[in-house]
């Protein structure tokens, strides 16, 4: 059984940061995912089992980065300049093996129960 622990959301202005953190209990291709109310679950941004490659929704580029700790078991997305349109909750997705991180939400196998993040005008 894999248990990925999410942490991090909460309450900010636009314009803030905040750090969202997900440890799992092995290395895994990761991703975050998030939902706001009446729309559907999007891609934010990905990373590889070893972290050297990433990828990001073109909502977020330029503003989230996605990394991973030095034993490749812990993920984390630093949000800056944080928009309204970010209000959601985050959730942190991983897949067992090797590869590229995927957009698509079938492509994970085990989903953190999410952590809202809610960015104030």
């Known amino acids: 059984q894999v248990q990925l622990v999410e942490s991090g959301g909460g309450l900010v202005q636009a314009g803030g940061s905040l750090r969202l953190s997900c440890a799992a209990s092995s290395r895994y291709i990761m991703a975050w995912f998030r939902q706001a109310p009446g729309k559907e679950r999007e891609f934010v941004a990905g990373i590889n089992w070893s972290g050297g490659s990433t990828v990001y929704a073109d909502s977020v580029k330029g503003r989230f980065t996605i990394s991973k700790d030095n034993a490749k078991t812990t993920v984390y997305l630093r949000m800056n300049s944080l928009k309204p349109e970010d209000t959601a909750t985050y959730y942190c997705?991983?897949?067992?093996?090797?590869?590229?991180?995927?957009?698509?939400?079938?492509?994970?196998?085990?989903w953190g129960q999410g952590t809202q993040v809610t960015v104030s005008s």
């Open positions: 997705a991983a897949r067992s093996g090797i590869g590229v991180a995927q957009t698509q939400r079938d492509f994970y196998n085990y």
